[in-house]
């Protein structure tokens, strides 16, 4: 492991020298990368410090036992050992899933898309809830949130809402959030007390800089409208709202949450980019998929990844069969118990993978 580690240290030590150039530093591209490069890496090299110090303690605590003039030296040995010894098949752990590759789409901020399913207004009240379980969630994780554009629901909630996520590693960890989610509860609408079972699906883009996707924009038909929905005289008289439509892939991106024509023009371009990227992604996941058999992140939008039962106060996550009575705080945005244990399944496959090539 410590040859694995040099090598990461001498990439480091290059990177380190490369984020000062001054070419690096005109091309903001380049040094976006090798900074995200630098940040990974230190971690690795931190780690790679306590796991020396913990070889190099267990080597003097061995010398001085095998030594044994010292009684009270040989005994100061042993604990030193002992802890040694203890602490470091975690550290090893850790550090063998941080030598992990990591997925170069992890880093990237996301678009995400909420729609209801089957359920009729139901489904749209749950997609609503859905909207503000990923608000509150990402908001306490310090990350961005911004609607891109939405449909309401006529008892409340949205028929579809879109909205960006910044942040750091935004991508790595609300990916998992793709697929069906079900909803069993007795619905706002319902007089008669019956448990239903309602459905909204959630996208999760990757957003597309621009160097991802070529977007030739003789391919983009722009039609301006007037907003609708609430906003305000200025929103829903003036034509500010963007449509775009997408002559080769027929795609189809609204954007309307702005005042200016210029800022919406510039989120739903976004949006059309992550959508086309997302296409050729979703060829790279199938084949991830085929390989490793992963249930976790399949890509597969059909899949019913996710059951919030209220008359029992439970979530049951289906592709790793993880069941919490935690109900009311998970669906207030507390997902990152279910998020981690998802991590976790993904990170293990990996490295399994790894070792096997």
């Known amino acids: 492991m410590l040859e694995k580690l040099q090598i990461v240290k001498q990439r480091f030590d290059e990177v380190n020298d490369l984020i000062i150039q001054p070419d690096i530093i005109a091309d903001q591209k380049r040094y976006v990368q090798l900074n995200k490069e630098y940040k990974d890496l230190k971690i690795l090299v931190e780690k790679r410090e306590v796991y020396k110090e913990l070889i190099d303690n267990i080597a003097e605590a061995e010398e001085i036992i095998s030594d044994g003039s010292d009684s009270e030296m040989v005994e100061m040995a042993r604990m030193q050992l002992d802890e040694a010894k203890e602490a470091l098949p975690a550290l090893e752990e850790e550090i063998k899933f941080l030598l992990i590759p990591k997925d170069p789409e992890d880093s990237k901020n996301v678009v995400v898309e909420v729609r209801a399913g089957t359920g009729g207004d139901e489904a749209s009240i749950f997609a609503g809830d859905l909207h503000r379980m990923y608000t509150k969630y990402c908001e306490g994780r310090g990350w961005n949130v911004s609607v891109v554009d939405y449909s309401e629901g006529t ?68 039609e301006r409208t007037t907003s609708t929905g609430p906003g305000g005289q200025s929103v829903n008289t003036t034509y500010s709202a963007i449509r775009l439509h997408h002559g080769p892939s027929g795609l189809v991106v609204s954007c309307q949450d ?26 790279k996941l199938a084949a991830d998929s085929a390989r490793r058999k992963s249930m976790v992140s399949s890509g597969d939008r059909s899949a019913k990844i996710r059951t919030y039962n209220y008359p029992q106060g439970r979530v049951t996550d289906h592709r790793i069969g993880l069941t919490l009575y935690d109900l009311s705080n998970i669906i207030n945005g507390d997902i990152q118990k279910i998020l981690d244990e998802l991590m976790l399944v993904e990170n293990t496959e990996k490295l399994k993978e790894s070792s096997e090539l």
């Open 258 to 283: 702005q005042k200016s024509s210029h800022k919406n023009l510039e989120k739903a371009l976004k949006v059309l980019r992550s959508r086309l990227y997302e296409k050729e992604l979703e060829k």
């Open 155 to 222: 008892s409340g909630g949205f028929k579809e809402i879109i909205f960006e996520v910044s942040g750091e590693d935004v991508y790595g960890t609300m990916k998992f959030e793709a697929g069906v989610h079900r909803v069993q509860r007795v619905p706002q609408t319902e007089t008669q007390g019956r448990v239903h079972t309602s459905a909204a699906t959630v996208m999760v883009l990757p957003e597309a800089e621009e160097f991802d996707v070529e977007l030739d924009m003789n391919d983009v038909r722009i």
